[in-house]
């Protein structure tokens, strides 16, 4: 039968989302499974490694399906964490006009051919500005949800090097990946290359790559989608607001956005006894995040006292634990 080496390899490959890999050590197991006489399950395992082949060719054909993810290899696996998203723009409780400015960069991508026919050019390079917890790294997840996009995050401890000049060498390669592999990009906690080149405490290796950033992102022009997330925006450099296509900006939830939090985190539940100007009173100073997670909370304490039913002081000491984790930071 099947050897344990076939195994982890199978499995290793699966992880990786190296799909072709994947394939080559199923069929190796076929062939190891019809020498020791299994011609049965030799003839499954190719018939469905035939079906796998017809799948990944009409999906990279026709672009059906979420784009193939080609995992980071060598230097480029410390720079990006590679994953797909299921976040969708319609999990997330946003103001309408802030919904609305994500779904127009979804629809213009969609329907990007309609407009360079006319030589107009989609919406692919954004800059999210707002507090912790606002929703900036959802909503990265959820463009690149809607679009069925791979989503890279840049890891900063592998970009940030300790030599002159060995940081924009490794920018050169996220940005040779932005070209060549379609996706959505995302660089949060973007103040860490983005700072003011004319701050005092300003070096030069801090110039160098804030100016290799400038050039790539201005020189960019292929298939992938590039999205900035920081909570300071007044420590960006300038020159950085115009590379962009788009800037938008998140505040913290207002009574109305924050009970459409609550009740989606808590759908399951019996509500019916909240005092919601009492709960919303709770909730001025927190961000998404954090009445998300009190939501949950309160939601963890029903189900350990076997109850479905979420009351109003539940709600109000779970938000109250929230807001002084907050000021503890």
Not at 172 to 179: E, G, M, S
Not at 188 to 200: L, M, S, T
Not at 254 to 269: K, M, V
Request: hydrophobic share 45%; glycine share 8%.
């Amino acid at each position: 039968m099947t050897t344990s080496r076939h195994l982890v390899a199978l499995m290793q490959n699966h992880i990786a989302g190296d799909e072709q890999r994947f394939i080559t050590v199923a069929t190796q197991i076929a062939a190891q499974e019809a020498r020791q006489g299994h011609g049965k399950l030799a003839q499954e395992l190719r018939e469905l490694i035939h079906a796998a082949k017809t799948k990944a060719a009409t999906v990279t054909r026709r672009g059906a399906g979420p784009v193939l993810i080609a995992q980071p290899k060598g230097e480029l696996a410390s720079l990006l964490a590679a994953r797909y998203s299921d976040v969708r723009l319609n999990a997330m409780v946003l103001p309408d006009a802030l919904k609305e400015r994500l779904a127009r960069v979804i629809t213009e991508q969609r329907q990007q051919e309609a407009l360079r026919a006319r030589g107009l050019w989609p919406r692919r390079k954004l800059l999210l500005v707002g507090p912790p917890g606002s929703g900036k790294t959802m909503s990265a997840a959820a463009l690149a949800g809607e679009l069925k996009l791979p989503l890279f995050t840049v890891l900063y401890d592998g970009l940030i090097g300790k030599l002159m000049g060995e940081t924009a060498t490794r920018l050169r390669l996220i940005f040779d990946a932005v070209a060549m592999q379609r996706g959505v990009y995302f660089f949060d906690e973007f103040d860490a290359i983005g700072a003011q080149r004319a701050v005092p405490n300003d070096v030069g290796e801090i110039r160098r790559v804030l100016n290799s950033f400038l050039q790539f992102v201005e020189n960019d022009e292929g298939p992938s989608l590039i999205i900035s997330a920081t909570n300071h925006a007044e420590l960006l450099d300038g020159a950085l607001f115009r590379r962009f296509d788009d800037v938008i900006t998140y505040d913290l939830p207002t009574p109305e956005i924050a009970e459409g939090i609550i009740e989606n985190h808590l759908a399951t539940f019996d509500l019916g006894d909240v005092h919601w100007p009492e709960v919303l009173q709770g909730t001025a100073g927190l961000s998404q995040a954090d009445v998300a997670r009190a939501a949950d909370d309160a939601a963890k304490v029903a189900v350990l006292r076997g109850s479905d039913r979420i009351s109003t002081p539940m709600l109000v000491t779970a938000l109250e634990e929230r807001l002084a984790a907050t000021k503890a930071r």
